[in-house]
């Protein structure tokens, strides 16, 4: 059984059109993020969300928005896409440990690879 | 400000050898996890170890093993006997100052051969 799952795995679309990228995990945890991954690699929390809070990393353009509508998902929606919203976006999550979501270990998705042409 | 730093690019090993791969870190938190992930070819991220900061024994998994060096803020994995699945890029993580998400490093490429 999939764990943590992602649709679609890869998504081509034209600058300026509007996409979302679903995520769900089975693992019974209660956050939630995304990731995102550069053409260099390089990894960055793009959001992480429990049921009691959405953290935003200041850096994440207001074009992307999360939305979860339940424990077990959370969706990653991009308007108006930029040809710099080409990446690999991961989900991942967890459980909280002593009120902490960053001391156990995340599971990820198999990632999303987003091509803005 | 949380940092990670990995100062190897890349790194190349033949099988079975052994291979140390480094990472080093920046906090003022006394208590805290770090990480280990591989990312190989089939870009799954995966968990390889986990350390918490407040044990003095380094972390082992099987062929995997860390040198965790708390004053010197210094967290190094080391591969024995490397496979060729071990080729993958390795990313080390580290909390960030809330604890809401994990920083990571720029990442190691490692290219075991036969």
């Known amino acids: 059984d999939t764990a943590v799952s992602q649709t679609p795995k890869y998504l081509v679309t034209q600058m300026g059109n509007d996409k979302s990228i679903k995520c769900e995990q089975n693992?019974?945890?209660?956050?939630m993020y995304w990731y995102k991954q550069d053409s260099k690699k390089f990894l960055k929390i793009m959001f992480s969300?429990?049921?009691?809070?959405?953290?935003i990393n200041e850096t994440v353009p207001n074009r992307f928005s999360p939305k979860s509508p339940d424990k077990a998902h959370l969706n990653l929606h991009i308007n108006s896409l930029e040809l710099g919203d080409s990446a690999v976006y991961f989900c991942?999550?967890?459980?909280?440990?002593?009120?902490?979501?960053?001391?156990?270990?995340?599971?990820f998705g198999p990632g999303t690879r987003l091509t803005v042409l | 400000a949380q940092t990670v730093t990995q100062s190897q690019p890349e790194m190349s090993v033949q099988e079975a050898e052994t291979v140390t791969l480094s990472c080093t870190y920046d906090?003022?938190?006394?208590?805290?996890?770090l990480f280990w992930y591989k990312q190989p070819p089939s870009r799954q991220m995966i968990l390889v170890i986990r350390?918490?900061?407040?044990?003095?024994q380094n972390a082992t998994e099987n062929r995997f093993s860390v040198n965790f060096q708390k004053a010197a803020k210094s967290f190094s994995l080391k591969i024995s006997d490397s496979q060729l699945g071990d080729t993958a890029m390795y990313f080390c993580?580290?909390?960030?100052?809330?604890?809401?998400?994990?920083?990571f490093g720029k990442g190691t490429t490692l290219s075991v051969s036969s």
């Open positions: 350390q918490e900061a407040y044990k003095q």
């Open positions: 969300y429990n049921n009691k809070e959405l953290i």
């Open positions: 991942a999550s967890t459980l909280l440990a002593g009120g902490k979501s960053s001391y156990n270990e995340q599971f």
């Open positions: 906090t003022s938190e006394n208590n805290y996890y």
């Open positions: 693992l019974g945890h209660d956050t």
């Open positions: 993580a580290f909390p960030n100052q809330a604890g809401t998400a994990l920083i």
